[in-house]
């Protein structure tokens, strides 16, 4: 505490802190719910950067209309309902509390940049915790302005609300580094081996973005190709199998290429029977890899031939994830702790 000087208020300080920041989720698979997460999420500029009025009435008009039911219809496929949450809610809350158990004397939560908790509770909570040098951590390997940098953006933004700011460090894209590259090659050596088949192809399939933002600078395409380029350095003995593509396309406007759908269907087509797919832009599963791959993905795949399916996880709250956390964390404290 501050020195007791009389009639002043008593503060915490001297804390160090980690604040784990991933995407985001809806508070339910109800219409509102997702409806509210949605607003949030398109109406990033980080995300969303045309006209802003032609972008308003799309939205609005739209959109918040008629793609709620689509997306909720997902969320329930994968949804967790022992503890009534998305299962990105379920797995950022339990690395938060692995990684607490590993860091002594730091303070360690999480929080959303879309949805609950916010950013906001996350920052007041660190603060009301004493912390005043905070280390912000993105849990996006590969860096674009649509996921990092919209995370600093919100963080920053709501610094400037507050009296007594702490110290602040970021945690930078992990693309490129070795610890990651082991961590996401061992389990998906772990979970290859368990299985009763080998796959013919294993598919990078990296989130998407419009084209236009890689002409504009994002260097988000090229973080992939290398993750994709190092994990088949790593691997010799699948090297020659994987290969890499980009889901989630939405609208109309052209976006990073190859498309994974447009990829399994040839795939299927030029015989493919066996596929593995490993999604290294999620360091934990959520409705894009469990709904969008493991289930519409894996239809396509054998709607057009293909036999055997399976999803690689992502790292989530397993020992690689952890320890990856656990490293990369570390290095980011030193001078701190």
């Given amino acids: 505490m501050l020195e007791n000087i009389e009639n002043h208020p008593k503060v915490k300080f001297g804390k160090t802190g980690v604040l784990i920041i991933n995407l985001g989720t809806p508070d339910g698979t109800d219409f509102w719910s997702i409806r509210r997460y949605l607003k949030e999420f398109l109406s990033d500029r980080r995300v969303i950067d045309i006209n802003r009025f032609l972008w308003w009435l799309i939205l609005n008009c739209i959109i918040l209309t008629f793609r709620p039911k689509k997306t909720g219809k997902a969320y329930k496929e994968i949804w967790n309902y022992d503890k009534n949450e998305s299962p990105l809610k379920t797995y950022t809350r339990s690395q938060a509390q692995l990684l607490s158990e590993r860091l002594k004397n730091v303070e360690v939560d999480w929080c959303m940049r879309y949805g609950n908790p916010s950013i906001r509770d996350g920052l007041k909570s660190m603060r009301e915790k004493g912390v005043d040098r905070l280390l912000i951590c993105p849990l996006y390997p590969q860096y674009s302005a649509a996921t990092t940098a919209t995370v600093n953006d919100k963080v920053f933004a709501e610094l400037s609300h507050m009296r007594w700011q702490p110290a602040i460090r970021t945690l930078p894209p992990f ?33 998407g973005l419009p084209r236009r ?9 090229c973080h992939c190709h290398k993750t994709t380029r190092l994990l088949k350095e790593m691997n010799k003995k699948y090297s020659k199998k994987i290969i890499l593509s980009f889901q989630s396309r939405f609208g109309r406007e052209e976006w990073l ?3 994974t759908e447009e990829t399994v269907i040839k795939l299927a087509n030029d015989g493919v029977k066996k596929l593995a797919v490993l999604s290294p832009a999620f360091f934990s599963d959520c409705v894009e890899t469990l709904e969008e791959l493991n289930i519409g993905i894996q239809e396509v795949f054998t709607e057009n031939g293909g036999e055997e399916f399976t999803l690689i996880p992502c790292l989530n709250d397993s020992q690689n994830g952890i320890d990856l956390l656990d490293y990369l964390v570390k290095n980011e404290l030193q001078g701190w702790v």
């Fill in 175 to 207: 693309y490129d580094n070795n610890e990651y590259i082991a961590k996401l090659n061992k389990s998906m050596n772990q979970h290859l081996e368990k299985l009763d088949w080998q796959p013919d192809i294993i598919l990078t399939s990296y989130h």
């Fill in 213 to 221: 933002y890689l002409d504009l600078g994002d260097p988000y395409h």
């Fill in 257 to 259: 290429k190859p498309y």
